[in-house]
């Protein structure tokens, strides 16, 4: 909701809004630079929606109980869905960008995000991460408008066939299709659907599932591959490091300063679009070996006594196992702290969640885990925690729940040693990043 509110207050709409951890006092920092770009904010109660507002835009967590819905329906305000009015905005563009995806879709939108604002496109940006590039301007630049032609958006497959196949791109990345939100058939029939809008499919030759539905597709296609796969886009020669990785794309030199070697197939995901877009390959490396990354992706908060406190994005299987690969390629034990993003999402994918812990950790790594993200509504909260601690131990392997941070906390601190790495991991609540700081900070 954030960047749509910043984009649209750049278009020059005015704009108020409310949201619930706004009136449960959770990051005031926050919400204060909110209020500080011209937006208005009001309690969760009503009291903001008033009769010269031309609609109300929720995003689809808000449910009809909640009373700024009742009061926009007593005023016979139109109602509007987040992903609706990004559609007519992003639809109405010259040039149009769409990456979609389960897995590395914010990063690889940030790269291309970057990559076409740096080389002189200025576009309008939507992204569900913040630029790293962009924070000592904007500590919350999670999306920028330009004065160009051209938008770029990150599409969330968890808003549905609907949505998703109401985007109609001009450039459109698939970067891999992995269970997360929905079942793997739902899956392919959404990114059936997306591809078909399209006038060029940007698609990664190392996912044989979303090759095999892209099968058919009559129009331009550009693929590439970090896996030594027959594609367009091909990197080869990987030289993993703390601080980033190296690699071969087509032949030429690129030194990224993000680790892991899904971060280069994010690269080549952006450098397929850049060339799709008329950029050269050497202007398209050169230019991506200034991105810095995306907050809370693999981010390192500190390092404190030779131990190294990271933040992390994390939190579907796909994702979880591109981290903990990543953090294999280097000696240390890992402490990591995660906590489910939703009591809905748990229910679908807990059994694949606990087999990638089971298969990632070793045996003197210590999971703790806490009850799954809850802020309000009506979800069903029979299934939590507790059957993936157990299904972890069960392999073998160290897993704790309790009850709340603070005693994770405390036992972080008991067992942390040199050479340690303790990894916070999770999404939705914008209170991770802090708990992770709080670890760092009390590391004697």
Same mark, same amino acid.
């Given at each position: 909701?954030?960047?749509? %509110?910043?984009?649209?207050?750049?278009?020059? =709409?005015?704009?108020?809004?409310?949201?619930?951890? =706004?009136?449960?006092?959770?990051?005031?920092?926050?919400? &204060?630079?909110?209020?500080?770009?011209?937006?208005?904010? =009001?309690?969760?109660?009503?009291?903001? @929606?008033?009769?010269?507002?031309?609609?109300?835009?929720?995003?689809?967590?808000?449910?009809?109980?909640?009373?700024?819905?009742?009061?926009?329906?007593?005023?016979?305000?139109?109602?509007?869905?987040?992903?609706?009015?990004?559609?007519?905005?992003?639809?109405?563009?010259?040039?149009?960008?769409?990456?979609?995806?389960?897995?590395?879709?914010?990063?690889?939108?940030?790269?291309?995000?970057?990559?076409?604002?740096?080389?002189?496109?200025?576009?309008?940006?939507?992204?569900?991460?913040?630029?790293?590039?962009?924070? !000592?301007? /904007?500590?919350?630049?999670?999306?920028?408008?330009?004065?160009?032609?051209?938008?770029?958006?990150?599409?969330?497959?968890?808003?549905?066939?609907?949505?998703?196949? &109401?985007?109609?791109?001009?450039?459109?990345?698939?970067?891999?299709?992995?269970?997360?939100?929905?079942?793997?058939?739902?899956?392919?029939?959404?990114?059936?659907?997306?591809? #078909?809008?399209?006038?060029?499919?940007?698609?990664?030759?190392?996912?044989?599932?979303?090759?095999?539905m892209a099968r058919g597709f009559n129009k331009r296609i550009i693929t590439y591959s970090a896996e030594g796969r027959q594609a367009d886009i091909v990197a080869t020669n990987f030289i993993p490091r703390p601080d980033g990785i190296s690699a071969n794309i /087509?032949?030429?030199?690129?030194?990224?300063?993000?680790?892991?070697?899904?971060?280069?197939?994010?690269?080549?995901?952006?450098?397929?679009?850049?060339?799709? #877009?008329?950029?050269?390959?050497?202007?398209?490396?050169?230019?991506?070996?200034?991105?810095?990354?995306?907050?809370?992706?693999?981010?390192?908060?500190?390092?404190?006594?030779?131990?190294?406190?990271m933040d992390d994005f994390a939190h579907n299987p796909d994702k979880i196992s591109a981290t903990m690969r990543t953090l294999r390629e280097f000696p240390g034990r890992l402490l990591i702290f995660f906590q489910p993003h939703g009591y809905g999402f748990l229910?679908?994918?807990?059994?694949?969640? #606990?087999?990638?812990?089971?298969? =990632?950790?070793? !045996?003197?790594?210590?999971?703790?885990?806490?009850?799954?993200?809850? #802020?309000?509504?009506?979800?069903?909260?029979?299934?939590?925690?507790?059957? @993936?601690?157990?299904?972890?131990?069960?392999?073998?392997?160290? %897993?704790?729940?309790?009850?709340?941070?603070?005693?994770?906390?405390?036992?972080?601190?008991?067992? %942390?040693?040199?050479?340690?790495?303790?990894?916070?991991?999770?999404?939705?609540?914008?209170?991770?990043?802090?708990?992770?700081?709080?670890?760092?900070?009390?590391?004697?």
């Amino acid at each position: 909701m954030l960047p749509l %509110a910043i984009i649209l207050r750049g278009m020059g =709409y005015k704009i108020s809004g409310s949201d619930r951890s =706004y009136d449960q006092g959770r990051t005031p920092e926050k919400f &204060a630079w909110i209020a500080s770009q011209g937006i208005t904010l =009001y309690p969760q109660d009503g009291t903001g @929606i008033t009769g010269d507002i031309d609609s109300v835009v929720i995003s689809k967590a808000v449910e009809d109980t909640i009373p700024d819905i009742r009061a926009a329906k007593d005023k016979a305000v139109p109602i509007l869905k987040r992903a609706d009015t990004l559609i007519s905005l992003f639809n109405q563009s010259k040039t149009k960008i769409a990456i979609s995806g389960t897995s590395g879709k914010t990063t690889t939108t940030g790269m291309i995000g970057f990559l076409m604002k740096e080389t002189g496109f200025d576009p309008t940006v939507m992204n569900g991460g913040i630029f790293r590039n962009y924070i !000592a301007r /904007n500590p919350y630049s999670t999306a920028f408008v330009g004065k160009g032609d051209m938008f770029i958006t990150e599409v969330d497959e968890s808003d549905g066939k609907d949505i998703v196949c &109401a985007y109609a791109p001009d450039i459109a990345v698939i970067h891999n299709i992995a269970l997360d939100h929905q079942p793997m058939e739902a899956l392919k029939e959404m990114f059936s659907g997306f591809l #078909a809008r399209t006038e060029t499919a940007v698609l990664n030759a190392d996912d044989p599932v979303l090759l095999e539905m892209a099968r058919g597709f009559n129009k331009r296609i550009i693929t590439y591959s970090a896996e030594g796969r027959q594609a367009d886009i091909v990197a080869t020669n990987f030289i993993p490091r703390p601080d980033g990785i190296s690699a071969n794309i /087509n032949g030429l030199p690129l030194n990224l300063k993000l680790p892991g070697r899904h971060n280069v197939s994010n690269a080549l995901a952006a450098i397929a679009v850049g060339h799709a #877009a008329g950029l050269g390959l050497q202007q398209c490396i050169e230019t991506l070996e200034r991105f810095e990354g995306i907050r809370r992706r693999m981010e390192v908060v500190g390092h404190r006594n030779n131990i190294t406190v990271m933040d992390d994005f994390a939190h579907n299987p796909d994702k979880i196992s591109a981290t903990m690969r990543t953090l294999r390629e280097f000696p240390g034990r890992l402490l990591i702290f995660f906590q489910p993003h939703g009591y809905g999402f748990l229910k679908l994918v807990r059994d694949e969640l #606990a087999q990638t812990f089971a298969e =990632y950790l070793s !045996a003197d790594d210590r999971l703790y885990m806490v009850e799954p993200f809850y #802020a309000g509504g009506t979800v069903d909260r029979s299934i939590g925690s507790e059957t @993936i601690v157990k299904d972890i131990v069960r392999h073998g392997k160290n %897993a704790l729940l309790m009850e709340d941070r603070s005693a994770i906390k405390a036992d972080i601190l008991k067992h %942390a040693q040199p050479g340690d790495r303790i990894i916070v991991m999770g999404a939705r609540d914008d209170s991770l990043s802090d708990f992770a700081r709080d670890i760092c900070a009390a590391l004697t």
